[in-house]
């Protein structure tokens, strides 16, 4: 991790306690959000939105109950991990329960119907107002409900010191910023300006474009869910010349449904420019323990970037209309080199499980794929090292530098399950279980 990222994750352990990376090793199912009326999280608010699955492991907040924190702000889990007769879990697949920020931090406030600009718990502002006031060191909680975009909203940091500020909902409930009034082709926009921002725990839907577009460097986004938009639904992008949109994190985020199918003109392209998320330029940006599922193009794209990192994350059923459907595509038109994807499960997507779509230098290794159009596409100077592939047809093409992948051994693996709620979903029987996504965590 660069040190941008190092020194944004001791603001999180400082202020609000990082995502619990042992807290779980099942394989996560998308999580359910909450309803549209009122939106806190208890079991009288969950939504019975078909296209929000349940996670396995995650309890209906989108939130572990073992997340919950003593006075400290320290969960009392982590007390035991100094204890050397525990051993180490491995490291989950998919998105983690994250951690709320303590309310008492609190420093600006914002509500659906809030007014004024006193911005304080007991007089909130409106989303725009609150944006607008932010600067580093504060932490912004957004009142539960809908939250309607109209108009560009931006979130800045306005200075790095003490901290970055933190966006985040008010604990026990969930802000849903909401662009249903919005047309295609309409340009409003959801931005990441200025100085880095830590944006935490809210929802984004039904934007007439990208649901949230990421144009400059060390941000986080950590445990968002992005859903229904009509281009990608997170996208990451600048200048492809002197690229500004640098390490930043991408973390525990649930990224389903955005499509542009249906619209035949350029830029929504039938659903072909809809992915979970994209990232269209930049140095050194990570994604870790992602869900992205159902959405028009590719589920994780990494399309003329440079040093890009994608772990530990999960794409299905992706491609829509004219949508690729790629799970993970690590490469595109130059610049564009030296993608890592490791241990990371695709399935029952429209094309190959893992493609190198041209990028230069690319790296797969400790994957699984099943169910995809094909498993794995490889360039002459992509690297491929302990990967599995279920398909029983085109696993793999015989490009690159490939090492010891399930294709390249004796039989053919079989996997345990292929139920994504058994513990068991896609983990190779004995004879393969020492590779792919689930060995070596």
């Not at 609190?106 to 007089?123: R, V």
């Amino acid at each position: 991790m660069t040190k941008p990222f190092i020194a944004l994750f001791i603001v999180l352990l400082a202020t609000a306690g990082c995502s619990d990376s042992n807290s779980d090793t099942s394989v996560l199912k998308p999580d359910v959000g909450a309803n549209d009326s009122g939106h806190t999280l208890d079991d009288a608010s969950l939504s019975d939105d078909a296209s929000a699955p349940n996670d396995a492991g995650v309890d209906d907040a989108g939130i572990s109950d073992a997340a919950s924190v003593n006075d400290a702000g320290i969960s009392d889990a982590a007390d035991l991990s100094d204890d050397a007769n525990i051993p180490d879990e491995p490291r989950a697949i998919g998105p983690r329960p994250v951690t709320p920020t303590a309310v008492e931090l609190g420093t600006l406030f914002a509500a659906p119907d809030g007014t004024g600009d006193a911005c304080s718990l007991a007089s909130p502002c409106d989303i725009y107002t609150v944006t607008s006031a932010a600067a580093a060191g504060d932490v912004i909680f957004m009142r539960g409900g809908i939250y309607t975009i109209d108009r560009n909203l931006d979130f800045r940091g306005r200075g790095t010191s003490p901290a970055p500020p933190i966006f985040e909902s008010y604990p026990g409930e969930v802000a849903i910023l909401d662009g249903s009034g919005q047309e295609a082709g309409d340009n409003v926009y959801i931005r990441v300006l200025g100085d880095p921002v830590v944006l935490r725990l809210f929802e984004i839907r039904k934007m007439a474009r990208s649901g949230i577009s990421v144009r400059t460097s060390d941000n986080v986004l950590e445990g968002l869910r992005v859903y229904d938009n009509l281009l990608s639904g997170i996208h990451v992008h600048e200048s492809y010349d002197a690229p500004t949109s640098n390490n930043n994190l991408i973390t525990d985020c649930v990224v389903f449904g955005n499509s542009g199918a249906g619209i035949f003109d350029l830029e929504y392209n039938d659903g072909g420019n809809s992915d979970g998320i994209s990232m269209s330029s930049g140095i050194g940006n990570r994604i870790e323990n992602v869900l992205s599922y159902n959405n028009s193009d590719d589920g994780i794209d990494t399309w003329r970037t440079l040093g890009s990192y994608v772990g530990y994350s999960i794409t299905y059923g992706n491609g829509i209309a004219n949508g690729n459907g790629q799970g993970f595509k690590s490469g595109g038109a130059p610049p564009s080199a030296g993608t890592t994807v490791e241990h990371s499960l695709s399935y029952s997507n429209k094309g190959a499980g893992f493609d190198q779509n041209s990028g230069l230098d690319v790296e797969f290794f400790n994957n699984t794929s099943w169910d995809n159009g094909r498993g794995y596409w490889f360039g002459n100077d992509t690297t491929g090292s302990n990967n599995v592939a279920f398909e029983t047809t085109n696993p793999a093409n015989d490009r690159g530098n490939q090492t010891d992948n399930s294709w390249q051994r004796a039989g053919a693996p079989t996997p345990l399950s292929t139920d994504p709620a058994s513990p068991d979903f896609l983990v190779p029987a004995p004879g393969f279980d020492d590779i792919g996504a689930h060995a070596g965590r």
